[in-house]
T-cell receptor, first 114, second 117 residues
Framework: NAGVTQTPKFQVLKTGQSMTLQCAQDMNHNSMYWYRQDPGMGLRLIYYSASEGTTDKGEVPNGYNVSRLNKREFSLRLESAAPSQTSVYFC?????????????FGPGTRLTVL | AQTVTQSQPEMSVQEAETVTLSCTYDTSESDYYLFWYKQPPSRQMILVIRQEAYKQQNATENRFSVNFQKAAKSFSLKISDSQLGDAAMYFCAYKRGPGDSNYQLIWGAGTKLIIKP
């Protein structure tokens, strides 16, 4: 049981380049999330997907797009990377209902934009 | 808007001793969830303990327990018999609830816990 997996683990981009961060979960969770973590700060929600076929903006969505490909997979795309997007990115998933308040996290992707 | 504050950027404790990490939050909601997550150097975010606001009893998980003071909006984490493996960043988080539309976790800035051997 792998839980939440993310690829890649590390990435270096030049300003203006694009890339997609991949996330997959094998826990049959309905909801998935993308966060970024900056030094000295807690996690901030970028986008989330409450269920397959839906996506919504979080606290800091500008410069990002997401796709909920199916129930298992939720990708995050940077169309034109900027140095301000240098961060560690976490994907998470959760169930809904009474147990839907615990989020399970992937190992993170460290992204550097030069 | 809800906010979460962790006023201790760093704490240190001697191995086998007890340490308490502080967390305060601001909300106008009456029903919500509070969490402590641990992030070791591996970066993996791990749930340590969870508290439902409607429960007056403080949550405990082995060596980890909380002191939940709803009126004071305080949610501190006590780690007993500290072990070297407890060294990590600890994050306090808040979630509105219940309800399927309440998804966002609001996070504190974290406390770095150092364990001295």
């Amino acid at each position: 049981n792998a839980g939440v997996t993310q690829t890649p683990k590390f990435q270096v981009l030049k300003t203006g380049q694009s890339m997609t961060l991949q996330c997959a979960q094998d826990m049959n969770h309905n909801s998935m999330y993308w966060y970024r973590q900056d030094p000295g700060m807690g996690l901030r929600l970028i986008y989330y997907s409450a269920s397959e076929g839906t996506t919504d903006k979080g606290e800091v969505p500008n410069g990002y797009n997401v796709s909920r490909l199916n129930k298992r997979e939720f990708s995050l795309r940077l169309e034109s990377a900027a140095p301000s997007q240098t961060s560690v990115y976490f994907c998470a998933s959760s169930t809904t209902g009474a147990r839907g308040n615990e989020q399970f996290f992937g190992p993170g992707t460290r992204l550097t934009v030069l | 808007a809800q906010t979460v504050t962790q006023s201790q950027p760093e704490m240190s404790v001697q191995e086998a001793e007890t340490v308490t990490l502080s967390c305060t939050y601001d909300t106008s909601e009456s029903d919500y969830y509070l969490f402590w997550y641990k992030q070791p150097p591996s970066r993996q975010m791990i749930l340590v303990i969870r508290q439902e606001a409607y429960k007056q009893q403080n949550a405990t998980e082995n060596r980890f327990s909380v002191n939940f003071q709803k009126a004071a909006k305080s949610f501190s984490l006590k780690i007993s018999d500290s072990q070297l493996g407890d060294a990590a960043m600890y994050f306090c988080a808040y979630k509105r609830g219940p309800g399927d539309s309440n998804y966002q976790l609001i996070w504190g800035a974290g406390t770095k816990l150092i364990i001295k051997p």
